[in-house]
């Protein structure tokens, strides 16, 4: 069976830090990986998908950053964290087949000060 | 550009029936029609789909409108841990590989 996993939990990180967000997926080979971000109150916004290793598509322009260096990790980067970065970040796969669901990982609350 | 319509919230008593609604007046032909929904802090999961038929499964039913326009998300008997944000998504934003979730509509169940 397939499982996602993310981490940190949490962070709270200063405005002008960097940022590394990591997600590993297993148990499936080759999927569609996303990173989609939910700032308080508001609905997931999509920020990077990737379809391959190396590959990477960028839904919206910001000091965010996504690679992709092995077939089942993906990683959010910032070189300088902003006061509106803060947010819930969740990363998802999806499974291809009879119902193409995607499945989410448990996010990682970041809050900069 | 959304592709589905659905109101911002809902409210609804414990241990009654829901039916929360999509639009989707710009289906396609072999578009299926995807439900998730989120808890609170949680990520988004997959709740259930359909193309034509209605459809059945443990956590909730599917209707679908003839003309397939909209459908219909059904729980039949609501509790408290059913209050989460329904999102309705049709498939060729998946098929794309790029997935947009609409706001959903938010469901809080009066105890």
């Known amino acids: 069976s397939q499982t996602i996993h993310q981490w940190p939990a949490t962070l709270v990180q200063p405005v002008g830090s960097p940022l590394s967000l990591e997600c590993t997926v297993e148990g499936t080979s080759n999927p569609n990986l996303y990173w989609y971000r939910q700032a308080a109150g508001r609905g997931l916004q999509l920020l990077f998908y990737?379809?391959?290793?190396?590959?990477i598509s960028s839904e919206v322009p910001q000091n965010l950053s996504a690679s992709r260096p092995q077939d089942r990790q993906f990683i959010l980067s910032s070189k300088k964290l902003l006061l509106s970065d803060s947010g819930f970040y969740l990363c998802a796969y999806l499974h291809r087949g009879f119902t193409d669901t995607q499945y989410f990982g448990p996010g990682t609350r970041l809050t900069v000060l | 550009d959304a592709k589905t319509t659905q109101p911002n919230s809902m409210e609804s008593n414990e241990e009654e029936p829901v039916h929360l609604p999509c639009n989707h007046s710009t289906i396609s032909g072999t578009d299926y029609i995807h439900w998730y929904r989120q808890l609170p802090s949680q990520g988004p999961e997959y709740v259930i789909h359909g193309l034509t038929s209605n459809v059945n499964n443990r956590m909730a039913s599917l209707a679908i409108a003839e003309d397939r326009k909209s459908s219909t998300l059904i729980l039949h008997r609501a509790t408290l841990r059913d209050a989460a944000v329904y999102y309705c998504?049709?498939?060729?934003?998946?098929?794309?590989?790029?997935?947009?979730f609409g706001k959903g509509t938010r469901l809080h169940i009066l105890p």
């Open positions: 998504i049709l498939s060729d934003a998946i098929r794309d590989d790029k997935i947009i």
């Open positions: 990737s379809v391959g290793i190396g590959q």
